[in-house]
């Protein structure tokens, strides 16, 4: 493997940013982020095995059954700060949430909503795109994962995420990013579905193939048009297209989900990310080349340490 674009572990990386051997860092890094946009399309296609989840707001009761569903098969915490250490009553995500309901009310009126929040799994993300050691990758089924032992801790995928997923661990030692991963490692390498689509009672969250999903939101939206908010699925092409897809018969903005136009994000991120890298390249050389000019001179020293000292038999003060 090319060491210019083989992945960097954790402790690599931060023995490469204080000198010993950064040259590697302040190679890789640009390669590694550097990538063309012909890697990064528009409008990118959905792998063949994609999954996706299709969730419909006027389908869901609020009862919430998902959240512990996830909770327990991803070994999360009930976030309990609110409630007393009682009950599980999280605002958001967060690093002890990977999925949660939302609710959205209209004061002035009679109009509410609820809304299921997670990754999106886009077809082009724009954390992966970001991640400068590859901490997060696209995987089989589409799946958006994270490597812990890639990660560096640097937050960009939070930046870079328009949907505010990745959650970083603030109170923790050696702190993750938390986000759904479609519990890839959990069960979908075992055939079966996320726990939380397989724990909703009504239905409001199915699992399945992308394409099937998109083909039964619009026959849902031909059978009632007027039930639903403007006759459209999002996440059919919203920031490139993403593997989980939203009904709701109120604005997809106001249940919270941003406005993005069809472009990738990643075609997006690609072009921010070649400058930011290129344009760090040169100070990051420089850091590196001087790393190894201490790291030589101290070795120097060291070695001229012990041969004072066994010449002399006193230690060197120097």
């Not at 000198?19 to 860092?25: D, E, F, R, Y």
């Not at 970001?130 to 589409?142: A, H, I, Q, R, Y």
């Not at 689509?197 to 039964?216: E, N, Y």
């Amino acid at each position: 493997m090319n060491i210019l674009t083989m992945p960097l572990t954790r402790r690599q990386a931060f023995r490469a940013m204080f000198g010993l051997g950064g040259t590697v860092a302040s190679a890789i890094l640009p390669m590694k982020a550097i990538a063309s946009t012909e890697e990064h399309p528009a409008h990118p296609v959905a792998p063949p095995d994609a999954v996706g989840m299709l969730y419909d707001s006027t389908i869901c009761t609020g009862c919430k059954a998902c959240m512990p569903a996830c909770n327990e098969a991803n070994g999360l915490p009930a976030d309990t700060l609110l409630s007393g250490g009682i009950w599980d009553m999280p605002t958001g995500l967060n690093a002890q949430t990977k999925n949660i309901i939302e609710l959205y009310q209209d004061p002035e009126s009679d109009e509410f909503a609820f809304v299921k929040k997670q990754c999106m799994h886009c077809l082009d993300p724009a954390c992966v795109t970001g991640c400068p050691f590859g901490s997060l990758k696209k995987v089989d089924f589409g799946a958006v994962t994270w490597n812990s032992s890639l990660c560096i801790g640097c937050r960009y995928c939070e930046v870079a995420c328009p949907f505010e997923v990745p959650q970083f661990e603030w109170k923790a030692l050696n702190p993750k990013i938390v986000k759904c991963e479609f519990c890839y490692d959990q069960r979908l390498k075992e055939n079966l579905e996320p726990a939380c689509t397989a724990a909703c009672p009504t239905g409001a969250v199915i699992f399945g193939k992308r394409d099937a999903l998109l083909d039964q939101a619009k026959g849902r939206i031909a059978a009632a048009p007027d039930k639903y908010y403007e006759n459209r699925v999002y996440g059919e092409h919203e920031a490139g297209g993403t593997q989980v897809l939203y009904l709701s018969s109120v604005s997809f903005q106001k249940i919270g989900l941003p406005k993005l136009g069809n472009t990738s994000l990643g075609h997006y991120a690609t072009k921010v990310t070649s400058v930011i890298y290129k344009w760090l390249g040169g100070p990051m050389l420089m850091a590196g080349v001087l790393g190894f000019a201490i790291r030589r001179n101290w070795n120097r020293h060291e070695l001229e340490r012990l041969k004072h000292e066994k010449e002399t038999g006193f230690p060197d003060q120097l």
